[in-house]
Nanobody, 121 residues
Framework: QVQLVESGGGVVQAGGSLRLSCAASGRTFSNYVMAWFRQAPGKEREFVAAISRSGGITNYADSVKGRFTISRYNTKNTVYLQMNSLKPEDTAIYYC??????????????WGQGTQVTVSS
């Protein structure tokens, strides 16, 4: 089992920045691909970003490319999501996820409880 705990959400004005953190425990962190997803009210959960086990490969949704950066520190068992130039449409609950495989779907094995991000206009 892998336990994931997100933090860093909050309320920010449009154009502002936030950094989300996800602390992992329970298994060897470096064995897991890590990802961020989000779900806005009334919408389906959507992929935001993913990072490979070593951190050498990243992937982003088109909607966040150039504004968000995913990173990880395996020595700290933590993955981050730096969010810049935030827009009201980025408002959502953000979830951290982990899996041993690089997936092209949302079928990650482990999920955190989520952290709310609200961007005011």
């Amino acid at each position: 089992q892998v336990q994931l705990v997100e933090s860093g959400g909050g309320v920010v004005q449009a154009g502002g920045s936030l950094r989300l953190s996800c602390a992992a425990s329970g298994r060897t962190f470096s064995n897991y691909v890590m990802a961020w997803f989000r779900q806005a009210p009334g919408k389906e959960r959507e992929f935001v970003a993913a990072i490979s086990r070593s951190g050498g490969i990243t992937n982003y949704a088109d909607s966040v490319k150039g504004r968000f950066t995913i990173s990880r520190y395996n020595t700290k068992n933590t993955v981050y999501l730096q969010m810049n130039s935030l827009k009201p449409e980025d408002t959502a609950i953000y979830y951290c996820a982990a899996d041993t495989q690089w997936l092209n779907s949302g079928e990650y094995d482990y999920w955190g409880q989520g952290t709310q991000v609200t961007v005011s206009s």
